[in-house]
């Protein structure tokens, strides 16, 4: 059972995410926990203060350390081994999935998501997470970030995918985008579904969509077809 700590002001944002689909089903099945705290619950003023204006000035509010490493205690003070500290932010090495890799196979992550203009240097300094972005787009909290690595994490955990799903990634040439796809009906407003994938001849209909993922990833997403990447294929 992999364990998720998530520190957040935002608990409840998470509850439609955690409560639905792959994620959903992995909890209940046990493969997975995840548990949301609020820094609030360890702010001690008596305004619940986490944030606070910069020394030097400047404009915004920065996430104070003293809630942060305090919910951090309390979350650690028990756990052996200690979980892996994962803060996102947009300084952050990118990721990737070979890092949600390597993340699906820790037993226990805390992951921290920030607000306001980021965090006290120290609360880097003093806890040394590793730091991760999900791209280079403005945020106004980690949460969107922390339920990307979330989800891209569950789908690794052996059983987590119903047999639809896992028969769709076994089929996923890896490395390389999906080829077009068609449902019923067989005629829609005049766009057909093409010929070949009605003959039946099932080695006609592999090579044409080995060919249609090349061609489209040699056109949409050229950087997947260097060599330099050939790790980052998904799984
Ligand atoms: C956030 C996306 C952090 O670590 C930083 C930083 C800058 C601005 C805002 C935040 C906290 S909110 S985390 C990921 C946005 O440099």
């Not at 200690?82 to 890092?99: A, C, F, I, N, W």
């Not at 949600?100 to 040394?128: A, M, P, Q």
């Not at 969509?209 to 950087?223: I, Y």
């Amino acid at each position: 059972m992999l364990r998720i700590d998530v520190l957040t002001l935002f608990p409840d944002v998470f509850d439609g995410f955690l409560g639905s689909s792959i994620v959903a089903r992995a909890i209940a099945s046990g493969l997975v926990q995840v548990r949301c705290v609020n820094y609030r619950d360890f702010a001690t003023d008596r305004h619940r203060s986490v944030d606070d204006s910069p020394f030097g000035g400047g404009p915004g509010m920065v996430m104070m350390c003293g809630p942060v490493f305090d919910a951090v205690g309390s979350i650690t003070r028990d756990c052996d081994p200690p979980p892996s500290l994962v803060l996102l932010t947009p300084q952050g090495e990118r990721l990737t999935q070979p890092m949600v890799n390597e993340f699906s196979g820790e037993r226990h992550l805390l992951l921290l998501c920030g607000h306001y203009e980021g965090f006290d240097e120290r609360i880097r300094e003093g806890l040394r997470p590793r730091e991760v972005s999900i791209g280079d787009y403005v945020l106004s909290g980690g949460e969107p970030a922390a339920m990307v690595l979330i989800d891209a994490l569950v789908r690794l955990l052996p059983g987590a995918l119903g047999d639809e799903a896992s028969t769709t990634e076994e089929s996923f040439s890896a490395g390389l985008l999906e080829y077009p796809q068609y449902t019923k009906p067989r005629s829609f407003r005049g766009m057909e579904v093409p010929e070949v994938l009605l003959s039946g001849h099932h080695a006609r209909i592999e090579a044409w969509r080995r060919a249609q993922s090349l061609e489209r990833t040699r056109r949409r997403r050229p950087d997947l077809l260097t060599d330099a990447n050939d790790s980052n294929a998904p799984i």
